[in-house]
């Protein structure tokens, strides 16, 4: 059975940090690339980061640069965000993807992240 379970969910101040994590299982992880994505409400999702199957290559939506980090461990099957310097436009409900060469595709549950004083 194919899981990606996020974890992490809270709630945080402006200018606070939060890491989220993913564990999956049921399926090759490490064959996959990966990719964190976020909807706030009454909003598209939209993409945050992605990361290759090997780690060695990442990306980041404009909006997160220099504030969020994307890394895997092939060796536990998860894949984190770490979120610092965290803004209340940063609120949503975040979610991890796996994908392989377009082939096959899965998505977590989702977590919440809510930034506010």
């Known amino acids: 059975q194919v899981q990606l379970v996020e974890s992490g969910e809270g709630l945080v101040q402006p200018g606070g940090s939060l890491r989220l994590s993913c564990a999956a299982s049921?399926?090759?992880?490490?064959?996959?690339?990966l990719r964190w994505y976020r909807q706030a409400p009454g909003k598209e999702r939209e993409l945050v980061a992605t990361?290759?199957?090997?780690?060695?290559?990442?990306n980041y939506t404009d909006s997160v640069k220099g504030r969020f980090t994307i890394s895997r461990d092939n060796a536990k099957n998860t894949v984190d965000l770490q979120m610092n310097s965290l803004k209340p436009e940063d609120t949503a409900v975040y979610y991890c993807?796996?994908?392989?060469?377009?082939?096959?595709?899965?998505w977590g549950q989702g977590t919440q992240v809510t930034v506010s004083s």
């Open positions: 993807y796996a994908r392989w060469l377009g082939l096959r595709s899965y």
């Open positions: 049921g399926f090759s992880f490490s064959k996959y690339a």
């Open positions: 990361i290759t199957s090997a780690g060695d290559s990442t």
